[in-house]
């Protein structure tokens, strides 16, 4: 396999279009987004849209940064590939709110990757456009809080029809980006027929955020953060009616626009990860050689130099097998690759949690405060190690795809474990 991870030429000045944009946009207004959010909520209301990116939206489409996240679509030709996006969506990622202000932010990119995939024209003219032009928001309704939501084939959430509609019953929670007032769509996975096969029972469907029978219950709480005005919220569909034109590709087809629609969004989140570790080791290493302890700077202690080596090789690889998922979907696609998605899938986040923990230690309690994105930065990659199903559903399937390779061999080629005789 020949693979090139050069920047090319577009790519390369993209870079450092975007690089101007954080440090002349992002990072100087990162005080003036949470002071924004804190004051709304001070009034009673933090789930109201922020000024700051609604101000910093037509700048970005203006130095040609927008949409950038959706290849091979007509509806947005700006769309880059895997591997031209990923550099980008890295340092986007530096900043938690910052992805937003592209129109790149999960889950809006998945949710326009599945309509621009699976919808019909009609489905895309009414919701994918509007998500395209950053005039709406969007959020994905799959796990639930009765069943364990990593095994999908629990999901207990009806779809059933009634003539010319489908009556929707269930209850969802982590549905991120429902608590933006702006959310004005959904997409639901739900059960449409409960004695198909295991992986035909579920259906995906689109669903307008303000059909009667939608009540948006609660907001959870990340390590105390509930991410205003973004907000996972727990959502409760009651007799909700939708057209039997919303069904997505039709009945049992849920598991397969899953796996298309997941795909990238994973790769967008590890990509995102690699751009916090990142920040994190920067911020990491101008704290070290800033403070003294016992006599010396913190950067001369012989533990910090071991962590910020580890810290840049960690970052190195994840990076470099990101790339490689990222090619491998362009080139083969994304079932082709499913083995390097669970593996960058596994690898990033954790990568991510490990830099970060390091970089808090420096910063010693300062790091566990909100005087620095720190802490903020590791609540949300812990999540990560949930989110788009769990580590351990990951290396289950990563194992499975290994040892199936080596079943295929011919029997003379298997080895077997050596064993001492009695």
Same mark, same amino acid.
């Given at each position: 396999?020949?693979?090139?991870?050069?920047?090319?030429?577009?790519?390369?000045?993209?870079?450092?279009?975007?690089?101007?944009?954080?440090?002349?946009?992002?990072?100087?207004?990162?005080? /003036?987004?949470?002071?924004?959010?804190? *004051?709304? /909520?001070?009034?009673? #209301?933090?789930?109201?849209?922020?000024?700051?990116?609604?101000?910093?939206?037509?700048?970005?489409?203006?130095?040609?940064?927008?949409?950038?996240?959706?290849?091979?679509?007509?509806?947005?030709?700006?769309?880059?590939? #895997?591997?031209?996006?990923?550099?980008?969506?890295?340092?986007?990622?530096?900043?938690?709110?910052?992805?937003?202000?592209?129109?790149?932010? *999960?889950? %809006?990119?998945?949710?326009?990757?599945?309509?621009?995939?699976?919808?019909?024209?009609?489905?895309?003219?009414?919701?994918?456009?509007?998500?395209?032009?950053?005039?709406? /928001?969007?959020?994905?309704?799959?796990?639930?809080?009765?069943?364990?939501?990593?095994?999908?084939?629990?999901?207990?959430?009806?779809?059933?029809?009634?003539?010319?509609?489908?009556?929707?019953?269930?209850?969802?929670?982590?549905?991120?980006?429902?608590? %933006?007032?702006?959310?004005?769509?959904?997409?639901?996975?739900?059960?449409?027929?409960?004695?198909?096969?295991?992986?035909?029972?579920?259906?995906?469907?689109?669903?307008?955020?303000?059909?009667?029978?939608?009540?948006?219950?609660?907001?959870? #709480?990340?390590?105390?953060?509930?991410?205003?005005?973004?907000?996972?919220?727990?959502?409760?569909?009651?007799?909700?009616?939708?057209?039997?034109?919303?069904?997505?590709?039709?009945?049992?087809?849920?598991?397969?626009?899953?796996?298309?629609?997941?795909?990238?969004?994973?790769?967008?989140?590890?990509?995102?990860?690699?751009?916090?570790?990142?920040?994190?080791?920067?911020?990491?290493?101008?704290?070290?050689?800033?403070?003294?302890?016992?006599?010396?700077?913190?950067?001369?202690?012989?533990?910090?130099?071991?962590?910020?080596?580890?810290?840049?090789?960690?970052?190195?690889?994840?990076?470099?097998?990101?790339?490689?998922?990222?090619?491998?979907? %362009?080139?083969?696609?994304?079932?082709?690759?499913?083995?390097?998605? *669970?593996?960058?899938?596994?690898?990033?986040?954790?990568?991510?949690?490990?830099?970060?923990?390091?970089?808090?230690?420096?910063?010693?309690?300062?790091?566990?405060?909100?005087?620095?994105?720190?802490?903020?930065?590791?609540?949300?990659?812990?999540?990560?190690?949930?989110? %788009?199903?769990?580590?351990?559903?990951?290396?289950?399937?990563?194992?499975?795809?290994?040892?199936?390779?080596?079943?295929?061999?011919?029997?003379?080629?298997?080895?077997?474990?050596?064993?001492?005789?009695?």
């Amino acid at each position: 396999m020949s693979m090139n991870f050069d920047y090319s030429p577009k790519v390369q000045q993209m870079r450092e279009r975007l690089l101007a944009f954080m440090d002349q946009h992002i990072y100087p207004n990162e005080h /003036r987004f949470h002071a924004e959010v804190a *004051a709304n /909520r001070a009034k009673g #209301n933090a789930w109201v849209p922020t000024t700051v990116i609604e101000e910093l939206k037509p700048l970005a489409r203006a130095a040609g940064l927008w949409n950038l996240f959706l290849p091979k679509s007509n509806r947005a030709p700006e769309g880059l590939s #895997n591997l031209e996006y990923a550099p980008l969506c890295e340092i986007m990622g530096r900043v938690s709110w910052a992805p937003e202000v592209f129109n790149c932010s *999960a889950p %809006d990119t998945g949710n326009m990757e599945t309509l621009e995939r699976y919808a019909s024209e009609s489905l895309k003219d009414q919701w994918l456009e509007p998500l395209l032009k950053g005039e709406i /928001r969007s959020a994905f309704l799959m796990t639930e809080p009765a069943v364990a939501s990593s095994d999908a084939t629990n999901i207990e959430c009806r779809i059933e029809r009634d003539g010319d509609e489908y009556v929707i019953n269930g209850r969802k929670w982590w549905s991120s980006g429902a608590g %933006d007032p702006r959310c004005a769509v959904y997409i639901v996975m739900g059960k449409t027929n409960p004695e198909a096969g295991r992986h035909e029972q579920q259906s995906m469907i689109v669903v307008p955020a303000n059909a009667p029978g939608i009540s948006v219950l609660r907001p959870l #709480n990340v390590f105390g953060y509930d991410d205003a005005p973004h907000g996972h919220m727990e959502v409760e569909l009651k007799n909700v009616r939708v057209p039997v034109s919303n069904i997505l590709l039709g009945e049992g087809r849920g598991f397969e626009i899953a796996q298309g629609r997941l795909g990238p969004g994973r790769i967008h989140h590890c990509m995102r990860s690699i751009g916090a570790a990142e920040r994190a080791l920067g911020l990491m290493c101008e704290r070290a050689i800033a403070r003294v302890a016992f006599g010396k700077t913190i950067a001369q202690q012989t533990v910090t130099q071991e962590r910020i080596a580890e810290s840049r090789c960690s970052i190195e690889q994840a990076r470099l097998l990101t790339l490689k998922a990222a090619y491998m979907m %362009d080139t083969v696609g994304n079932k082709v690759a499913k083995a390097e998605i *669970a593996m960058i899938k596994i690898v990033a986040p954790n990568m991510a949690l490990k830099v970060i923990d390091w970089a808090i230690q420096v910063y010693g309690g300062m790091g566990v405060s909100d005087d620095t994105p720190l802490a903020m930065m590791w609540a949300h990659q812990r999540t990560l190690r949930l989110a %788009d199903g769990p580590d351990e559903v990951h290396r289950n399937s990563l194992a499975k795809l290994e040892l199936a390779s080596h079943m295929k061999l011919p029997a003379d080629k298997v080895h077997m474990p050596v064993t001492r005789g009695a």
